[in-house]
């Protein structure tokens, strides 16, 4: 065609006439703009079905406007740049707004990036609005990635495993099921077509190898001696095969806690001072009213709200073990935050009971279960595992005989309760058996002394021996 062009062209025909006469008769659907020729270089740009065939052009007259023209490469590169964002944007939207994305929410003040994951549906499946689709695991919580509205999941654009921030793209739902059914048949035919040309390929490729065999002489070259394995000294151990081995990558929660018990070793002064506390008024009292006590609170009577009052009362009596060291300065809390470690499937999480020392036995004996049951559900949030002026740790209920816990930063001191033992004791001069509990305090030695450590949990003891002591105040 270019050809039957430059023929009319050189009869003494202008090339705008020429090139407008033979658009029309090619492509009558097809509008041509004005072009102007100069010096015999000739421009032809095909509109609005976009493929324009340039040759060495240097001035462009449109309708009503005169537009200069650069390099030849910097319109083709816009041409294809256009072309591309209309595909990618074709991808993501459809004109009637049929598809939304479903994105990774806001995740809290002190937490930039996250992982995803888990895929709790898959593509194809029909989603409600505000329903998990995905869960982000961060250093501290795990974070669900709700659908924004009703409809299908086209497709997920990201991948297990990805490191994702708040406002990345995880899926694609589609508001109806017309995007997504149409979707099988285009692939099945993709895949087709990519199947059929790659066969010749690969006979061709087939049969060079045996073509070359039956040209290669029938001369066998000698093999070579295989090396011998290299012999073990009788010093080098003997290590089990890898293949017996699997590495499998720390979730996000756990490097949290490793960096935080580490940077708290490598911090403070730790030094650990025991006692062991007789359960039996304790144990006696929760066995007289706890009937009464579901009845009345709807929640039942344990230790741990007995052993947070203890704490609670000997914070009072020595302060110090509330306060927190901050650079030169000391910081004296007036407020008492019990954090409780709570140990579950994904890592060891620290819920806080607020303004413990306003509070009954009840309504602790309410926030610990609904923290607890928050924390082993992976539904707690930031803010309720956030702050904290002091942490107990009940190893008894895995059994834990005596252990020393480490503090949890940036606190100062940690309670450590254990197993109830049945022990003989010496009482009233008789041998008689007691159920023991052994209790550890681990303390910031830059900051509490020996003497507030020890009558810290001397208070704990006697509290816990005998709990008539919180009503009396003594």
């Known amino acids: 065609m270019l050809g039957a062009l430059r023929r009319k062209v050189a009869s003494g025909g ?58 030849t490469r910097d319109i083709i590169s816009s041409i294809q740049s256009e072309t591309i964002m209309q595909k990618s944007c074709r991808a993501f939207s459809s004109g009637d707004g049929d598809l939304v994305d479903a994105v990774v929410p806001f995740m809290g003040e002190s937490i930039t990036d996250g992982t995803l994951a888990t895929f709790l549906k898959k593509p194809g499946d029909r989603v409600a609005a505000d329903e998990p689709i995905a869960q982000i695991e961060t250093d501290k919580v795990t974070i669900d990635v709700v659908s924004p509205q009703d409809g299908v999941i086209q497709e997920y654009v990201a991948k297990e495993g990805d490191t994702v921030e708040p406002g990345t793209r995880i899926a694609v739902i589609s508001k109806s099921t017309e995007g997504v059914a149409p979707a099988a048949p285009a692939e099945k035919k993709s895949e087709k077509a990519a199947s059929k040309p790659s066969t010749p390929a690969e006979t061709v490729k087939e049969d060079k190898p045996k073509a070359k065999v039956e040209a290669s002489p029938a001369v066998e070259k000698p093999k070579a001696p295989s090396p011998l394995p290299p012999k073990r000294t009788a010093t080098e151990p003997i290590l089990p095969p890898k293949e017996r081995e699997r590495r499998v990558p720390m979730t996000r929660l756990r490097k949290r806690v490793a960096t935080r018990l580490k940077d708290s070793q490598n911090t403070f002064a730790m030094l650990t001072t025991f006692n062991e506390v007789d359960m039996t008024n304790l144990m006696k009292l929760r066995s007289d009213y706890k009937d009464a006590f579901v009845e009345k609170h709807g929640v039942k009577l344990g230790f741990m709200s007995g052993f947070v009052k203890a704490a609670v009362s000997a914070l009072q009596h020595q302060p110090i073990v509330n306060a927190v060291i901050d650079g030169d300065d000391i910081i004296y809390r007036d407020y008492i935050d019990i954090s409780i470690a709570v140990g579950t499937p994904k890592g060891l999480v620290v819920p806080v009971v607020r303004d413990a020392e306003k509070m009954n036995f009840a309504e602790i004996e309410k926030t610990i279960n609904s923290l607890a049951k928050k924390a082993s559900d992976g539904t707690i949030s930031i803010d309720e595992m956030a702050g904290g002026s002091f942490t107990i740790s009940n190893g008894g209920v895995y059994g834990s005989l005596l252990s020393t816990p480490i503090i949890n930063p940036p606190q100062s001191a940690i309670l450590g309760m254990h197993s109830i033992v049945s022990r003989p004791m010496v009482v009233g001069g008789n041998i008689v058996p007691r159920p023991m509990m052994y209790i550890a305090l681990t303390y910031d030695h830059r900051l509490i002394d020996g003497r507030e450590a020890v009558f810290f949990l001397r208070r704990i003891k006697d509290v816990v021996e005998d709990p008539r002591r919180l009503l009396l105040d003594v």
């Open 14 to 71: 202008s090339s705008a006439s020429v090139l407008r006469k033979s658009l029309q008769e090619i492509r009558p659907g097809v509008s041509a703009s004005r072009v102007s020729s100069n010096a015999g270089k000739e421009i032809l740009l095909l509109q609005p079905r976009g493929i324009a065939h340039i040759r060495s052009s240097s001035h462009l007259v449109l309708p009503g406007c005169s537009l200069g023209l650069t390099k």
